[in-house]
């Protein structure tokens, strides 16, 4: 028998994307540019969001960050109009349960690609205004500790192997 919180979990997690690269935007002057941003050492690409179910108001995203330099940064927050809260959350499995948790911040070390993805870290948009869909665009802005603000727009749509 599945408790509710199970069912709860599994909802979660379905509304999270699998398989998520990651797409950077720099600065607000740059925003709007989906694909690959780069500010300072840090390059964000290849990011999308999974469409959600109507109704839905929790949902995922995810991109890919990169660090050139020699100095380890930090991910601290995300921030969108979209949605009334953006959190940093892992995903593990623990003894054949999944589990979720908020995080506060993601390390991005110096020389290291850092990817926020389905099945482990990623972005989740809670309280969202409305369900994503497909060809929506999300724009977010990301904090980092050294690099400061960086605006890009994660698109909606089919992940690759779904």
């Known amino acids: 028998m599945f408790s509710v919180k199970t069912i709860f979990i ?9 398989g998520f690269a990651a797409t950077p935007a ?3 002057e740059t925003a709007g540019n ?3 941003v780069v500010v ?3 390059t964000l690409s290849g990011g999308a969001a999974k469409p959600m179910p109507p109704g839905a108001k929790v949902g995922g995203g995810g991109l890919t960050i ?3 330099g020699p100095a380890d940064d930090r991910l601290a927050a995300v921030e969108s109009p979209v949605a009334g809260r953006v959190e940093l959350h892992e995903m593990t ?3 054949d349960v999944m589990r979720m948790r908020k995080l506060d911040g993601i390390p991005v070390p110096a020389g290291q690609t850092v990817t926020l993805a389905g099945s482990g870290l990623h972005l989740m948009f809670m309280d969202v ?3 994503f869909r497909q060809g929506d665009t999300i724009p977010l802005v990301l904090t ?3 690099t400061g603000k960086i605006a890009y727009d994660l698109p909606v749509g089919t992940l690759a192997g779904q």
Do not use: D, I
């Open 10 to 18: 599994a909802a979660l997690a379905s509304a999270v994307p699998v």
């Open 40 to 42: 300072g050492a840090l």
């Open 34 to 36: 989906a694909g690959q």
């Open 129 to 131: 205004v409305k369900p």
């Open 93 to 95: 499995m623990e003894n």
């Open 66 to 68: 990169v660090n050139a």
């Open 144 to 146: 980092f500790e050294r």
């Open 26 to 28: 720099a600065s607000a």
